[in-house]
C-alpha cells in the first residue's frame, strides 16, 4: 500500500490539489495570526462575528463551572445535562417546529437523519451540489440515491413521478455551501408533497443569518408551510451561532425515531454541556443583535458592487458566502498565494469539493467585518487582475 499512497499524494500535489492546513493562533475573528503573519481573513463561517464574543466566553466558563467539562456518557446512558435539554426547547421554539435533537457536529446529524429514516428499500433525491456529508449519509443508508441537476425541480419531479419506492426522501442544502445561492425551498416542499416524499432541509449557513430574527431559511422564504409534517430540519451551530454542535428540528415521531434509531447520536458521547450553555447565550445574542444581520447585509451589497468590474464572475449570491469563479487550479492558487502576500487570507476551493474547471475563491463575510476590510479586498483582488488576468 504505502508506494501507492506516496504515488497518490504526488499526483494531489502535481494537479495543485494537495490541502494543508495552516495553523492559526488565537481566536477566530476578522484578523488572524498565521504562522506568525497576520492576514485579513475572508476564511470563516463565524458569519455573525460571535466565534469569540465576551458574553460566550463568560457563558462558556460558567457552564464549564456548572457542568465541567466533559459529558462524560452518551445521551442515552447519563450525559444528557439540563444545560443540552434547555437548548433543544429553546431551539425547537426559536424555528417554530415540535421538537429539536442535539448532535455534536452537523456532519453527525445528517448521518443520523439520512440513516435512520431510510434504507435498502427506499430512495433517496439529492440535489448535486449537496454538502459531502448528504452525500455519504445517503451512500450510508443503502437507499437508492438519485442526484438532481443543481436546483432542477422539473428533473426532481420527473425522478419523484417515476420511482416506485417504499419511502422517498429529499435532500437539500438550503444555502449551498460552496456557492451560496439558494434553494426554492416553498417549491421543494410543495412537491414533496404532492409526491408524499419527505423533505430534509440542511440549513448549515442559513440558521442564524437569513430572516431578520435570524430564524434561517425556514422563514427566509414567502409561503413555507412550516406546519408541513414531512418537513426535516437541519442546521449547524459551529457556523452563525460561534459555538460548535448542530440541531434536527422536526415533528415528535421523527425526534423519537432519532433517539431510538439515530447511530450517531446513541452511540457517542455528548457534547461537553458547557456548549450547550453556551449556545444558550448565543442563541440570544442571534435574536437580539439584528445590526450584525444588517451589517452583513450592507458588507455584501459593498462588495458585489466592488468586485462587479473584474475579470473574474462573482457568483449570483445573496448570503455571506460569495464565490469568486475563477476556472483553472493553477490560476486560482496563483490568485490564492497572490492575496497571501499582500496579507489577506482567501480560501482557495478546488475539486472534488466543486466541479473540475469550477474552482474558485470563497469569500466568506462577517459581521465582525468593516467597511475597511472589504475595501481593502477589493482594491486587492483589483490590482491582481491587471497582473493575473
Ligand atoms: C458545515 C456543514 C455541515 C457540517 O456541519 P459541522 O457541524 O461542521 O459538522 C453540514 N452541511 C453543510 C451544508 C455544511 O456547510
Redesign the pocket.
Known sequence: MLPDLTEALQRRKQENLYRTRPILEGPQAPHITIDGQNFLAFCS?DYLGLANHPALIAAATEGAQRYGVGAGASHLISGHSRAHHALEIALADYVGLARALLFS??????MAVVTALVGREDTIFADRL??A??NDAALLSRARFLRYPHLDLAALEKQLKTTQTRRKLVIT?A???MDGDQAPIADLLALCQRFDAWLLL?D??GFGVLDAQGRGSLYAHQEVDRTAPHLIY?A????AAGV???FVAASASVIETLIQHGRTYGYTTAAAPLLAHTLLTSLQLIKQDSWRREHLKQLITQLRQALQSLPWQLLPSNTPIQPLLVGENQQTMQLDQALRARGIWVPAIRPPTVPRGMARLRISLSAAHTEADVTQLSAALHELAGVLA
Do not use: P, R
Not at 457536529?105 to 445528517?110: C, E, F, L, P
Not at 449547524?236 to 457556523?239: D, P
Open positions: 463561517n457536529t452537523g456532519y453527525m446529524a445528517n449537496n454538502h456529508s448528504l442544502d444555502v449551498f455551501s440542511d448549515a449557513h437541519m449547524t451551530l459551529g457556523k460548535s454542535g448542530a
